[in-house]
């Protein structure tokens, strides 16, 4: 099985198997997105990179926003949590 990559995929590719988690380094505000929402925002086609230009901190609206991608195989160790949160629809 391969996964999706962080640089090569687009939105098609991905989905809420998929951890992708926003960081503000600004305030500090964490949440995990979701894939399947951004896709049928952005489209099928718009590159998994491109996703973090477009996003801006829902608090204080700084766009430097630190970006946490895992594949399904990674849901292990110390990140395993990461996944069970909910993602922010
Ligand atoms: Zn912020």
Redesign the pocket.
């Known amino acids: 099985m391969e996964y999706a990559k962080l640089e090569t995929a687009a939105l098609a590719h991905v989905d809420d198997t998929y951890y992708y988690g926003a960081y ?1 380094r ?2 500090k ?1 964490a949440a995990r997105l979701s894939l399947e929402k951004l896709r049928e925002h952005l489209g099928d086609g718009f590159p998994l990179r491109k996703v973090r230009e477009r996003l801006r ?1 829902e ?2 609206r ?1 766009r430097q926003v630190v970006i946490t991608f895992l594949a399904p195989n990674q849901r292990t160790g110390n990140v395993a949590n990461l996944f069970d949160q909910p993602p922010n629809r």
Request: charged share 10%; proline share 0%.
């Open positions: 503000c600004k305030c505000h901190c608090h204080c700084s």
